[in-house]
């Protein structure tokens, strides 16, 4: 189980969404949670501070969910932060995509406490 005090970023466009996620979150135990209103506010702050996770949707105005996670795997500063991506894009060619593009992760929303904690857990058990 990775400590607690992880620092997580979630981005979305819907306001909805983020407080869902940070909820769900929550009831996991991860306090230490910011929001982004997009991939560009989300580059911008995870240029400025240090997040261990960073959770996305991929739909978003200004910059996608997967144009952020090409971004900072092409940022050596941000190469190593794990990314999940969480949306309702369900085909199999957008989970490839996303997987080219360099995701750790990928949830097809709604996203569940379940489901969320079993691709957290996972992600910090493969980097061990």
């Avoid at 909820?23 to 261990?52: C, K, M, P, T």
């Avoid at 060619?93 to 997987?99: H, N, P, Q, S």
């Amino acid at each position: 189980m990775p400590d607690s005090t992880l620092k997580i970023l979630v981005v979305d466009d819907m306001a909805t969404m983020r407080k869902i996620i940070k909820n769900i979150l929550g009831q996991l135990g991860y306090w230490n949670v910011e929001e982004a209103g997009d991939g560009r506010q989300a580059l911008d702050r995870l240029r400025h501070q240090s997040f261990d996770l960073v959770i996305s949707d991929w739909g978003m105005p200004k910059m996608t969910g997967v144009d952020l996670v090409q971004s900072m795997r092409q940022d050596p500063g941000l190469r190593a932060t794990p990314f999940l991506m969480v949306t309702p894009e369900a085909e199999q060619a957008k989970v490839l995509e996303a997987i080219k593009a360099g995701v750790n992760g990928y949830i097809v929303s709604p996203v569940t406490i379940e489901t969320l904690k079993e691709k957290i857990n996972a992600l910090f058990e493969s980097r061990l």
